[in-house]
């Protein structure tokens, strides 16, 4: 069964770190390109990263680069995001997702809800 | 590039065929989604590369397009499908999603 797991959400105060995980079973891992993509509560879809499946090529979105970093184990098919300097305005689902060969996003996690508040 | 998708909400009956328009603020090729998601769920690839039907997706689903308008049509609406509808591009980062069509039953 192909799955995506993230782990990792949960409360925060503004400013500080939060480190999420993606854990991922039933596809090829080691040779997906991988994303994070996030919802605001009530709002849209926002894409924040990419890393390429051997994790040399990374870009990540203007509102969140040097502050959250992407990164993978893929002796251990796990994907990360670390987030620094955490905002209210990061309050949202963050999802990961694999990319297609088609630069889709075709299996998605189930999300996980990182709430920045003081 | 930004997207933007016409209409932002949409009411129809059962049976009916439904037309979602993604309008792109610069002209591309075809790298071009389509997601359906439900409340409280993960968006659900439909469509990629514009016109590509996802394995296992209904073929009451296409898509089409190129250039700077695409589009996403629901030939006869089933119940399952009432839920929000978005575009995405992946042509040049960042990628971007559109701001989601809601489809409404009337």
């Known amino acids: 069964q192909v799955q995506l797991v993230e782990s990792g959400g949960g409360v925060v105060q503004p400013g500080r770190s939060l480190r999420l995980s993606c854990a991922a079973s039933g596809l090829p891992f080691s040779i997906s390109s991988m994303h994070w993509v996030r919802q605001t509560p009530g709002k849209g879809l926002e894409w924040l990263a990419v890393i390429s499946n051997d994790g040399d090529a990374k870009h990540s979105a203007d509102s969140v680069k040097g502050r959250f970093s992407i990164s993978r184990d893929n002796a251990k098919n796990t994907l990360f995001l670390q987030m620094n300097s955490l905002r209210t305005e990061d309050t949202a689902v963050y999802y990961c997702?694999?990319?297609?060969?088609?630069?889709?996003?075709?299996?998605w996690g189930q999300g996980t809800l990182v709430t920045v508040s003081s | 590039i930004q997207l933007t998708q016409s209409p932002s909400s949409v009411s129809a009956s059962v049976g009916d065929r439904v037309t979602i328009t993604c309008r792109a603020s610069?002209?591309?090729?075809?790298?071009l989604a389509w997601y359906q998601q439900k409340p409280g769920k993960a968006p659900k690839l439909l469509i990629q590369?514009?016109?590509s039907l996802q394995s296992g997706v209904p073929s009451r689903f296409s898509g089409s397009g190129s250039g700077t308008e695409f589009t996403l049509t629901i030939s006869s609406l089933q119940p399952e499908d009432f839920a929000t509808y978005y575009c995405q591009q992946a042509n040049s980062l960042p990628i971007t999603f559109g701001q989601g069509t809601r489809l409404e039953i009337k």
């Open positions: 610069q002209g591309f090729g075809s790298w």
């Open positions: 997702a694999r990319g297609s060969d088609r630069r889709a996003f075709d299996v």
């Open positions: 590369a514009a016109s």
